[in-house]
């Protein structure tokens, strides 16, 4: 169900993000509100994502520079980090990756994902430290009503989507609107994520179920 009113908590995410078009439309959106997704502003920032995506999609390096994957990732990353709202280090996205407007995607450290990624983000996707994605893997924060008379007057709403730090993520994975998943966490290809994931677990299935504990392990404590 769609939130009446703004949320500060998600607000103040946004404002630590880049490249945010605010505007009050935007505001609702991530509050999880509805709002009118052809506003003038969130359609530029639509367009302008189309664009980056159809580029970053399209890129490869000529032959005649002696590329390597490493001077790929190099200008991968560059990349990403002109269109989403933060972006960590070390992180390598396989093309096509396919986004609504990037801006409201965050990427810690140690990201990799395979061909053909889709982030819907009409709320904020945040997603933790050295996870990895297989191929095809889908996240919706963008949802609408079932009451068929706000998709007449084009307004939806969006729910964030949390995947915690240490995760594994299968091919063909489908990760719902509103969805935490915790961390240490491993998705079995193909399942479909309707509901928040506690941390060290094995889930399959669609619904996606828990079928196997992990060991915890440390927290990483970065060097400074």
């Known amino acids: 169900m769609a939130a009446t009113e703004k949320n500060p908590h998600e607000l103040a995410k946004a404002k630590e993000l880049n490249h945010i078009p605010w505007c009050e439309e935007y505001e609702k959106m991530i509050s999880g509100m ?25 890129y490869f390096p000529d032959s005649t520079t002696n590329p390597t ?5 190099a200008e991968r990353l560059f990349r990403l980090r002109t269109i989403l709202g933060h972006v960590g280090n070390d992180i390598f996205i396989e093309p096509p990756f396919h986004i609504d407007y990037g801006c409201n995607i965050s990427l810690g450290d140690r990201f990799y994902a395979n061909f053909n990624l889709t982030i819907l ?5 945040t997603i933790g430290d050295r ?15 079932t009451e068929v008379q706000s998709r007449r007057e084009n307004v939806e709403y969006g729910l964030p989507v949390e995947i915690g730090d240490d995760c594994w993520i299968g091919g063909h994975v489908v990760i719902l ?9 491993t998705v079995a290809a193909s399942s479909v994520v309707t509901k928040d994931v506690e941390d060290w677990c094995v ?10 504990r992990v060991d915890p392990v440390p927290d990483v404590v970065e060097e400074k």
């Open 177 to 185: 609107p509103g969805v935490k998943i915790g961390k240490g966490v």
């Open 34 to 58: 509805l709002y009118a997704s052809f506003s003038a502003d969130l359609e530029a920032a639509r367009f302008k994502a189309r664009a980056w995506a159809h580029e970053y999609n399209h």
């Open 131 to 145: 996870c990895m994605f297989g191929p095809n893997v889908s996240i919706f924060a963008a949802t609408h009503e």
């Open 69 to 73: 994957f490493e001077t790929l990732a």
């Open 203 to 212: 889930v399959m299935g669609s619904p996606a179920r828990v079928v196997k």
């Open 121 to 125: 983000d009409c709320s904020l996707v």
